[in-house]
């Protein structure tokens, strides 16, 4: 149990362009989905945390008009990078909180590797 | 704010020399310390939850322990198979936590190479 899906695993766009990527809670609901970037040999770094039907909160120097998030239903979360620079390339990951009280792990989908050339 | 410090930063064993990996930790209420497996270009696998110094837990050739400032994840015993990077990470009280109300803060993690 706990299935979380990422899609896509991998994308390559062109500067300008905008990505979307999906996150879904397979079997499972998750009112609570977070999405997290991680540069080689680097930590994760938690970027935003997406609730079911609410705004979005933003970690501090995370863009929120560059990361748009929406978390449209219990099941499914969506990160959009829009205008998308080099700088923006990297490993996006993004998680769900199983409800089960406050020390609930949370899973993780398989990541998308952004290329933006 | 939660920090989280794991080391050494590699470890390269040979199968079935045991070792341990430390995850050092700094944190305002404590409401769960995680360790995650990472594969190369796949997202975390979910190991062990510890919530409270004592607290001990394995699966397989993994074992888990708290103390009210580290974690070890010992590792018995190991397989090529085990080679992975192992992440340590913490929920801390929702006034100090920099990983949003019920998000995680991560260590940088131990690339474990486990050699045959």
């Known amino acids: 149990g706990a299935v979380v899906s990422q899609h896509p695993s991998r994308v390559i766009c062109k500067s300008g362009t905008s990505v979307k990527i999906e996150c879904r809670s397979l079997d499972f609901q998750a009112t609570t989905m977070f999405w997290y970037r991680q540069f080689p040999k680097q930590s994760l770094m938690l970027m935003a945390t997406?609730?079911?039907?609410?705004?979005?909160?933003?970690e501090q120097g995370v863009e929120k008009d560059k990361f748009l998030i929406n978390h449209a239903s219990l099941t499914l979360s969506t990160l959009t990078v829009t205008s998308a620079h080099p700088e923006d390339s990297s490993f996006y990951i993004c998680?769900?909180?199983?409800?089960?009280?406050?020390?609930?792990?949370?899973?993780f989908g398989n990541g998308t590797r952004l290329t933006v050339t | 704010e939660d920090q989280v410090t794991q080391s050494p930063e590699a470890l390269r064993l040979q199968e079935g020399e045991s070792s341990s990996l430390n995850c050092s930790y700094t944190v305002s209420g404590l409401r769960g310390l995680f360790w995650y497996r990472q594969d190369p270009g796949k997202g975390p696998e979910f190991l062990f939850t510890?919530?409270?110094a004592g607290e001990e837990k394995e699966k397989e050739r993994l074992k888990a322990t708290l103390t009210k400032k580290e974690s070890f994840l010992h590792i018995t015993a190991p397989k090529p198979e085990d080679s992975a990077t192992y992440l340590c990470a913490v929920r801390g009280a929702l006034e100090s936590s920099g990983g949003g109300a019920d998000g995680l803060t991560f260590g940088k993690g131990t690339h474990l190479i486990i050699q045959p």
């Open positions: 997406s609730n079911e039907g609410s705004k979005a909160t933003y």
């Open positions: 510890l919530y409270s």
């Open positions: 998680s769900a909180l199983q409800a089960g009280g406050l020390g609930s792990p949370l899973h």
